[in-house]
């Protein structure tokens, strides 16, 4: 429930009101990608189950209500029938536009086209399962969305797509290989089933090369080791320069072993963002290191 103050306006917490943006432009994407085959399975409700419980922060909006009371209704029993997927398939259409039209919520930004993409592909792959017209869907969706399909990452989407698409038929070592390339954008192994929480782990680099000598780095999130100020002294130690922001010639960024697993959500999720479109638009060498990391190449350097 969002506090308010005495003259009755809405008093909540700090970055609530652009993480119930985001939140809330996953969800039309995700429902969006639900519906493009125009079928509803089991998986399917049982995957916005998972992420409405892990949305509860939107709880007291009307639309969200709504929706986590249709599941319910659904789920009660421990029982999907198929008039009650025939019901939702009825209905989804409908809390979809109820969503969309929430007062106040950006959906037109250019972060916001990012945000639907990444819950349309989630939407899509929510029953592990790729079908020719949620790939037909995909490459309608992007056509639609000019500047979208012209940047990171909706531009390699699309390209892939397209590419599926070109000869006309769908075969499926290129339906396999577009999934693939989904799993890896919206970072959900599809063997684990897992939905949003697992969806968002952080995307660090496995075995990162580390030569800090004359190299820029910079600390987001918070970490167990100390201080961000201390994490800069020590990174000075030994020979680098600290950066407050992440910039194109940035060589490092490290992430606090506290930093939550919906980082997407939160106030260092967007030098996280900002540090993965810089290193697949413009190639650079940048490399993501968790704490874990960090504090090793510290022990083995002698600093402690």
């Known amino acids: ?72 209704g659904v789920l009660e029993d421990g029982i999907i ?12 259409p409908s809390l979809l536009r109820a969503v969309v039209e929430i007062p106040s919520v950006d959906f037109y930004s250019e972060e916001s086209d990012k945000l639907l993409l990444e819950g349309l592909c989630k939407g899509v792959m929510a029953n592990r399962l790729l079908n020719d017209a ?50 890896r954008y919206i970072g959900n192994p599809l ?31 918070q970490f167990l080791s100390g201080t961000r100020k201390q994490c800069q002294e020590r990174a000075a130690m030994l020979g680098a320069a600290a950066k407050t922001n992440v910039v194109k010639e940035l060589d490092y960024l490290v992430i606090g072993t506290l930093s939550s697993r919906d980082w997407r959500f939160s106030n260092h999720g967007r030098k996280i963002e900002k540090a993965l479109e810089y290193r697949e638009r413009y190639q650079t060498a940048l490399q993501i290191l968790d704490e874990e990391t960090w504090v090793a190449h510290l022990k083995q350097s002698g600093i402690r």
């Not at 029938?81 to 989804?92: G, K, R």
């Not at 992007?142 to 797509?161: C, D, H, M, S, T």
């Not at 063997?191 to 780095?217: C, F, K």
């Open 1 to 72: 429930m969002i506090k308010t103050d005495a003259h009755g306006q809405p008093v909540a917490a700090f970055g609530y009101w652009r993480n119930r943006d985001k939140l809330l432009n996953n969800l039309v994407g995700i429902l969006d990608g639900i519906l493009a085959d125009g079928h509803i399975d089991e998986q399917e409700v049982v995957y916005l189950d998972t992420w409405l419980k892990d949305a509860s922060t939107l709880a007291g909006n009307w639309a969200f209500d709504s929706l986590c009371k249709q599941i319910e």
């Open 81 to 92: 029938t198929a008039d009650e997927l025939a019901h939702l398939q009825e209905v989804l």
């Open 134 to 183: 949620e790939v037909r869907y995909l490459d309608w969706w992007l056509g639609q969305n000019i500047q979208l399909k012209a940047n990171f990452p909706g531009r390699e989407l699309y390209a892939l797509v397209q590419k599926v698409l070109a000869d006309g038929q769908i075969t499926e070592e290129e339906r396999q290989a577009l999934a693939v390339a989904i799993e």
């Open 191 to 221: 063997e684990e089933g897992a939905a949003d929480g697992m969806a968002t782990r952080l995307p660090v680099d496995i075995n990162p090369t580390l030569a800090l000598e004359g190299a820029s780095i910079c600390f987001t999130g």
